[in-house]
């Protein structure tokens, strides 16, 4: 694949990774806020959700030690020292889980990847490797970790920032697009696993400054449990209840999957919805196109190749005024 496709996965997460970091104004996958989150990937004793359907046949395992998404290996804390976390993934045969880790607990899915591994595998085994011109001066590029199960109940910390290769054994490939591989396997899991959330993995109550998640979310899948108003990051963030979080579900519930059709990502505003879905992602809402925009991190992994597209956006047909902002 081509230095330019590779530099195309860069700026596409960066994309992403931009709306993690609007809620403090920092770099990406960094900043305040979400003291209150629970860690993401924190054991459950209850479990939930069913076995990996796929197992041995793509790639998994289906009598290795993951028996749910909430139930996999969690994240380090603190994450590994970008200098000496590890930059090979184990055999891929061998995998059950994997976890994206970042550096606050609300900037990454709270569920692992136990299903539809065998995806992945092709995915990551398609990849070029990181654009050394792209990450020529880059100073403190963001830092994310995959912590990657195996049968055994080993586990290892993948670094997997925008200027990381990664190793796969057969070659190198791009951090950044294993990343997005994990995504949009994540994204299908979500579809297709139906998996409740334990109650260990609520974030507490939102803030302005509680950083959103680079994760697959979906307003067909996935649904509004807790949202707050906010005039900026520093602001107080004001509950939205009763008629408003109503007409704000109502609109979720109408709003598009996430296309490539959808409105362009408008960018950090001082306005916007902050809320908390279902399967724990946070998630913020932008004005724009006539409504609140959501951006989305399920970007497109065929079986047969990687395809290269824009950010996934979906206009949810509420505005601000509607719910009191």
Known sequence: MSQARTKTIAALLAVVLVVSAIAVGLSVLTGGGGDDAAPSGAQS?????????????????????????????PCPDPLPDPTQAGGELPALDDVVAVRLCGEEPTSVPADALVDGLGAFTRAVQQLPPADTDLCEGAQDPPTTVLVVETRGGDTTDVRTGVCDDVSTGSG???GVGVVIAFLDALGVQRTDGGYDVPASTAIGDLTCATTPATAPVDPKREQVEQAVLCDGPDATAVP?????????????????????????FPGPGESSVVLRTDLGDVVRLEPGCGGLVLTSSDLSVGEDQVDLVAPLTSVVPVELRDLGG
């Not at 408003?244 to 609109?251: K, N, R, S, V």
């Open 45 to 73: 004793t209850s479990g939930g959700g069913d076995e990996p359907s796929d197992g041995a046949s793509d790639g998994g395992s289906s009598d290795g030690p993951v028996s749910a998404p909430y139930a996999a290996a």
């Open 172 to 174: 190198s490939a791009s």
């Open 240 to 264: 939205l209840e009763g008629d408003a979080l109503d007409a704000l579900t109502t609109a979720w519930g109408r709003a598009p999957r996430p296309s490539t059709d959808g409105c362009a």
